[in-house]
């Protein structure tokens, strides 16, 4: 199927054009331009927004799940061209656009079920206890509620599971909250069906345009506007550490501060103890290599460190995993900037002293090829650069002496999205030691798996404590995710029939 972009923004139901436009830059394919967004047109999507939401935030769970159903059904009804012109912008192969394709309907589809469900609304009665000395106790009823119009920023790594009609726009929909959408200027094309998606289904379900807007590309002012804008409540981010810190930073100095929910990467330390690995140590290392370039490492759940006692087992893991990278071809990256940054990463570990190259390859153009440094623990801790983020199919091996170095290393991680023991039977000594560490410092543990798949569910946790998010009790993923955009009310002495609906 053939899907021409027409490059205009949607603002709360018109597509609406500007003089200036701007390239997406495609991996192969047609170049399309797009409308460049403007400081008025996000003034007229918050306010928009903000009219939406005193019938949206008020309107029965049912038709919330009924109005995300839509959605998802809208999105399958455009799977061809969204995989058209989505494999055409990011270079992803079609596999991967059609698999995020269908986790994008399932979160919408699973967040419907969660609302109709109503678990989520945490109700509590404590009765009314007239007769209770000294005083009397009243009737407090409690239950959460939307917190009204909530920002999102599509992500460059995920065209559709985490942009336009991704996990935070579908946990704020389903909270009863508009959405004002960033839309990623990486693939502004898919951004753009999938909003075509979103306003049919608007319009079948007969709710207020203003619940959903897109703003395509704009220069900072237009990220700044949004975020400041007083109609806007909360931001959900998934990015950079730079750009997750400048905007989380603008929240914080607004007049009225609001939570911003950014989750902004990690290095994903994996922890390989000494009976795992001279049990299987090819193994681990093949299985590195393989969870390290899925997607080109462009996950923010990518392993990129893994921690081993030196010896001859870790000779073995680096040997294994060396040739797992070797048979890895050079892959596309999904835009020109996160390329010149993958190799500017490589570049800094290339440079010091204290690294070892395994694995030393250049990369050019949109293309990047694996490479392997190994390091020891002392130099790792004394060197901050060496934890930071390198998107891209990178890995550090970081050699201990012994366990007890190992749970000191672990002990001086900054905060991550997940941290993974490998471990055999007979090492569950060393990691109940580790265990207590690695959940301190990260939002998912992992045993004996690789981090690169983050399931949609219930008990799903994606975030940890900073610099890997903004805020450690939320989760970007997963049913809980929608406690972002709720907040608890409590209703004191109020008649039946004045409660809201939930209450009733």
Partial sequence: MT????????????????????????????????STGTVDLVDRAC??????????????????????????????????????????????????LQGERGRTTGQLRLFADHIRNGAYLDRRHDPAMPDRQPAPRPDIRMVQRPIGPVAVFGASNFPLAFSTAGGDTAAALAAGCPVVVKGHSAHPGTGEIVAEAVQAAIAGCGIHPGVFSLIQGGRRDVGTA??????????????????????????????EPIPFFGELGSVNPMFLLPHAVKARAGELGKGWAGSLTMGAGQFCTNPGIAVVTEGADADRFVAAAKAGLEAVAPQTMLTDGIARAYRAGRERFETRNSV???????????????????????????DHALGEEVFGPLGLVVRVRDTDAM??????????????????????AEAQKLRPVLERKAGRVLVNGFPTGVEVVDSMVHGGPYPASTNFGATSVGTLSIRRFLRPVAYQNVPHELLPEDLQ
Avoid at 65 to 93: H, M, N, S, V
Avoid at 238 to 253: E, K, N, P, Q
Avoid at 359 to 381: F, I, K, M, V, W
Wanted: charged share 25%; with cysteine; proline share 5%.
């Fill in 356 to 382: 070892t190259p395994v694995l030393s390859a250049d990369s050019e153009g949109r293309q990047a090829s694996p490479n392997l440094y190994e390091t020891t623990a002392e130099a790792y801790l004394r």
């Fill in 407 to 428: 749970l000191r290393l672990a002990r001086g991680l900054e905060g991550q999205l997940t941290v993974t023991i490998h471990m055999d039977d007979a090492d569950l």
């Fill in 3 to 34: 899907f021409t972009p027409h490059g205009r923004h949607l603002i709360a139901g018109d597509w609406v054009g500007t003089e200036t436009r701007f390239p997406n830059e495609p991996a192969f394919g047609p170049v399309h331009h797009f």
């Fill in 226 to 255: 949004l975020v400041q804008h007083p109609r806007i409540k909360a931001v959900g981010f998934t990015g950079s550490l730079r750009g997750g810190r400048a905007l989380f930073d603008l929240c914080v100095r607004r007049d």
């Fill in 47 to 96: 306010e928009a927004a903000e009219e939406a939401f005193w019938s949206y935030g008020q309107s029965r769970r049912d038709d919330r799940a009924a109005f995300l159903d839509a959605i998802a059904d809208q999105i399958e009804a455009r799977a061809e061209a969204i995989t058209a012109i989505g494999t055409q912008e990011t270079g992803l192969p079609e596999a991967r």
